[in-house]
């Protein structure tokens, strides 16, 4: 997720609320850069890219969800054989489904089924890129999901703007949600922070603009699941410290895994060892009784 919220700010009148919201979605989201244009960005240019898992010979369904508000998502449901669980993963604000398949690649070999889907005006999906969209996005597929596998619960992983909905979602569907995993915590009100001179330093009369479910410090005291959050110390959205202080806030076991050197979202990419080792420790302590289920 690149340039969010990075607002031009300039002596210029306070705009409307729902012009904010409108460019709010217009800087954050980038649905139209290619797989090859984010591995130059996140400094993986030789990274293979594929079209669909079918090309990494892995298995896989293609689904199309329909939204609570009439939109269609593209779903992916890469099941693992044998099956030792379920994911379910948001990724951030740019590209489509493909760009994200190291992930799947790793966790599949690995046992884990997954369920991976183009959020409203990404990739396959219909709609436009909204904030307030996410949710209903995550819900629909998140549905699909319990009634396509026949499981009760899932594990939710989100990366970046992902992040938004999973912590949501767990809060208000606890029964059907197992666990967390949040890569590049994203808090909605840092990023509106940014925009300061913009906004006349009014943040909250322009959060105001946002679906509430959506403030991740106000949901995660609501999440008694286990989480593990990877934290990047230079990330460009937040300041380690920062996410660790909103992490406390979480009455449930947290693991955090900091990767001291790296920027926002690239610990898949350049920490893939170690991410994944970690990764894969917690989803088996969650599923299986062990692993790596460390709090803070």
């Known amino acids: 997720m690149l340039g969010l919220l990075l607002f031009a700010v300039g002596c210029i009148p306070l705009i409307p609320r729902k012009q904010f919201l409108l460019l709010a979605n217009d800087v954050a989201f980038a649905p139209e850069l290619t797989c090859e244009q984010l591995k ?3 400094g993986v240019p030789d ?3 594929v079209k669909d898992p079918a090309e990494l010979g892995i298995p896989f369904e293609k689904a199309f969800v329909k939204t609570a508000d009439d939109q269609i998502l593209r779903v992916w449901y890469i099941p693992a054989q044998p099956e030792r669980g379920l994911i379910l993963l948001a990724y951030g604000a740019v590209g489509e489904l493909p760009c994200y398949l190291l992930l799947t690649k790793h ?3 690995d046992g884990w089924s997954m369920v991976m889907y183009d ?4 990739g396959g999906s219909t709609g436009r890129p909204s904030f307030n969209t996410l949710l209903t996005d995550h819900t629909a597929v998140l549905d699909w999901t319990l009634a396509r596998t026949g499981r009760d619960k899932v594990t939710l992983m989100g990366i970046s703007v992902g992040t938004l ?3 949501a979602q767990a809060a208000a569907r606890p029964e059907a949600v197992n666990a967390v995993v949040l890569d590049g915590l994203l808090v909605l009100r840092q990023q509106v922070r940014r925009a300061w001179l913009l906004i006349g330093g009014r943040v909250e009369h322009y959060m105001k603009v946002f679906d509430p479910r959506l403030r991740i410090e106000e949901q995660l005291m609501r999440v008694h699941q286990p989480i593990f959050a990877v ?7 937040a300041k380690p410290g920062q996410i660790r202080n909103i992490l406390s806030r979480a009455p449930g076991e947290v693991t955090i895994v900091e990767f001291p050197n790296l920027m926002h979202a690239r610990g898949p990419y350049l920490a893939t060892d170690e991410y994944f080792a970690r990764l894969q420790g917690f989803v088996a302590g969650v599923w299986e009784g062990s692993g790596d289920v460390n709090s803070r």
């Open 40 to 42: 130059i960005d996140f």
């Open 47 to 49: 990274l293979p890219t």
């Open 107 to 109: 966790l599949h070999a």
């Open 119 to 122: 959020f409203q005006g990404f």
């Open 165 to 167: 909905p999973t912590v």
């Open 231 to 237: 934290v990047y110390g230079r990330d460009e959205y």
